[in-house]
Nanobody
Framework: QVQFVESGGGLVQPGGSLRLSCTPTGSIFSTNPIDWFRQAPGKQREWVGTSTRDDNTNYADSVKGRFTISRDNAKRTVYLQMNSLKPEDTALYLC?????????WGQGTQVTVSS
């Protein structure tokens, strides 16, 4: 069983920044990609970006150039640095991974962008 500890969400003004953290239990940090998703009220869950085990990253077009995913191998943590935040970035941000055909989701951390 994989669990994620997510943190770093909060209320921020438009144009501000936040850094989210995601720490999975077990070995999945070293063996599988870790994704960030987000879900806004009344909308479908949206993929934000992915960090592979060899530290490659991919991003959704909606966040490219504003969000950066990074890894700290010593802390076994994946970060989502979010800059130039917009009201439309308001959502519950969740960690995700898959292993042996099974999906694992974190409980999420809420990000609200509002003046």
């Amino acid at each position: 069983q994989v669990q994620f500890v997510e943190s770093g969400g909060g209320l921020v003004q438009p144009g501000g920044s936040l850094r989210l953290s995601c720490t999975p239990t077990g070995s999945i940090f070293s063996t599988n990609p870790i994704d960030w998703f987000r879900q806004a009220p009344g909308k479908q869950r949206e993929w934000v970006g992915t960090s592979t085990r060899d530290d490659n990253t991919n991003y959704a077009d909606s966040v490219k150039g504003r969000f950066t995913i990074s890894r700290d191998n010593a802390k076994r943590t994946v970060y989502l640095q979010m800059n130039s935040l917009k009201p439309e970035d308001t959502a519950l941000y969740l960690c995700h991974s898959e292993r042996f055909g099974r999906e694992y989701w974190g409980q999420g951390t809420q990000v609200t962008v509002s003046s």
